[in-house]
């Protein structure tokens, strides 16, 4: 993947170890996949013996980046960026290290300088040091000039609040480095420019491509929406699926920058996925690097002994957890099983898995029906507490995707 920088930055990288930063912008209390990218480049970065500054926008969270966006944010409360700000600390601390010698990882909130900040006084000692010519110029300013929603004074205002970060992180912990995606190039510039004239200083930036998919789709976007690094949000089950049905062209670049394996294992995964496409096994080392990373080895485990379960002929001996982690998205219903049982055909209709008893019938006589991936014949079967799941689970299923998890109440 090609990089930008400013003239220099691979000197100053040789030179001595340096400080560096990455914003992150704390719109919801979780990173997404879109995220790691910049992450990883955080990581990389303390990896290489160099200092790395997490910035979580407290401050710049109520206002909104404009790049790369076409309307403007709905701005969140105070407690609202308060508590993005909190969840994102959380899932940093897994890539970076904070207690390595000479080079301790660091996060700030940016809200600690710009909250305190005076109008008249930012306007003086700041503003001034940037024309309104050379803010138009800046692409993601003149994107929004030219769209239908334009831009709020709010947001114009983002690129000399980042660039005032720039500023107060070189005076605080000798930065000089701010790292980010292609779309901050201008922001990140105008932090640059701003160090070398109020202290006489050179600062550097350095800014990847933003990450598409072979098929020119932004990275991270699926049908679902976004892949999420909270569990919560988005499972670990489901997070390992994400990575495992990567795409063959895009797996060995993906490799490159989401994991940490030495080029010689990526060399050989590459080598697999061009001589056996079919076994997926760069996906699966992807699956499984990031998936570690994010979530832990154990999950990992569960993941995979999960998958087996979705493909598994018969659920009957699964665990329940496990069902339960593989079918999160699918809907359920709880309710009680009589003593004596019920219809199979009444419980499919009850779900509404079909609209009635008589379609119900229909399907299960055309073989359209399963119970736990198990196809039923019998529309008189009736299904008792013997037939769940560790005595709490059983899933129906109609046709090849429609299903529906039935949690039994004792």
């Not at 990275?219 to 390992?240: C, I, M, N, Q």
Request: charged share 20%; proline share 3%.
């Amino acid at each position: 993947m090609l990089s930008d920088s400013t003239e220099g930055v691979r000197e100053a990288f040789l030179a001595a170890p340096m400080t560096g930063y990455i914003g992150f912008d704390p719109t919801a209390s979780s990173l997404h996949v879109g995220s790691l990218l910049t992450v990883m480049g955080l990581a990389r970065l303390q990896r290489f013996g160099h200092r790395p500054i997490a910035i979580v926008g407290g401050g710049t969270g109520m206002i909104g980046d404009p790049s790369g966006k076409s309307q403007e944010r709905v701005l969140l409360s105070s407690a609202e960026v308060d508590a993005n700000v909190a969840g994102i600390r959380t899932q940093l601390e897994k890539f970076l290290d904070f207690d390595a010698p000479g080079n301790p990882a660091l996060i700030v909130n940016n809200a600690d300088w710009l909250g305190s900040i005076d109008v008249l006084s930012f306007l003086r000692d700041i503003g001034k040091h940037f024309t309104v010519n050379y803010m138009l110029q800046k692409e993601s300013v003149a994107r929004r000039l030219e769209s239908e929603e334009g831009i709020s004074y709010t947001e114009f205002s983002y690129l000399v609040l980042q660039a005032y970060d720039f500023l107060q992180l070189f005076d605080r912990y000798q930065c000089t480095l701010q790292m980010g995606g292609s779309d901050q190039w201008g922001n990140i510039t105008a932090g640059i420019e701003l160090v070398r004239k109020l202290r006489g200083q050179k600062a550097h930036g350095l800014v990847w491509p933003l990450m598409t998919t072979a098929s020119g789709v932004k990275f991270g976007k699926t049908e679902a929406g976004a892949v999420w690094l909270d569990p919560v949000r988005t499972s670990p089950f489901h997070f390992y699926q994400f990575w495992l049905n990567t795409d063959d062209r895009d797996a060995v670049r993906y490799l490159k920058c989401f994991t940490f394996l030495s080029r010689g294992a990526i060399d050989d995964l590459a080598r697999a996925t061009s001589e056996t496409p079919e076994a997926r096994e760069a996906q699966r080392a992807l699956a499984r690097e990031v998936t570690s990373l994010v979530h832990g080895s154990d999950q990992v485990t569960r993941a995979e002994r999960a998958a087996a379960v979705l493909f598994s002929d018969n659920l009957t001996s699964a665990a329940v957890d496990d069902v339960l982690m593989v079918l999160a998205d699918a809907p359920s219903t709880q309710m009680s099983i009589p003593d004596g049982g019920m219809s199979l055909v009444e419980l499919l209709a009850t779900v509404k898995l079909a609209s009635s008893r008589s379609e119900a019938t229909r399907l299960v006589k055309s073989g359209g029906v399963y119970v736990n991936n198990v196809r039923a014949h019998d529309e008189k079967a009736r299904l008792t507490i013997a037939d769940a799941i560790g005595g709490e689970v059983i899933v129906l299923r109609k046709g090849r995707k429609d299903q529906h998890v039935v949690k039994v109440q004792r």
